[in-house]
């Protein structure tokens, strides 16, 4: 992901101060998500338009990386991490 031009809104003495111009490449995103999803899914037809949907999911294995630059300030940061979830929706 990428974001251009910057303004700041709350505190005069942060960054963004004076404002960066929208044509001018400001941040960067770039993020990594992997797992191993163990889960399964239903659906109930209730009546004939009404549908009532499940969902449960348990993952053993999650791993995630990021990188967040700040282009102006030369500024990376690199984020890693692992670990494992549920979900019931």
């Known amino acids: 992901m990428k974001a251009f031009g910057c303004t700041q809104?709350?505190?005069p003495f942060s960054v963004c101060v004076p404002?960066?111009?929208n044509s001018v490449l400001a941040f960067?995103?770039?993020d990594t998500w992997q797992s191993i999803r163990?889960?399964?899914a239903a659906d109930?037809?209730?009546l004939p338009r009404v549908k009532v949907s499940a969902?449960?999911?348990y993952l053993p294995y999650v791993w995630f990386n990021g990188t967040d630059n700040h282009v102006?300030?030369?500024l990376v940061s690199l984020r890693t991490a692992t670990g494992e979830?549920?979900?019931l929706t």
């Open 9 to 11: 809104l709350a505190s």
């Open 19 to 21: 404002p960066i111009l």
């Open 28 to 30: 960067t995103e770039k």
């Open 38 to 40: 163990l889960g399964t």
């Open 44 to 46: 109930f037809h209730v």
């Open 55 to 57: 969902d449960a999911a």
């Open 72 to 74: 102006l300030r030369s």
């Open 85 to 87: 979830a549920c979900s």
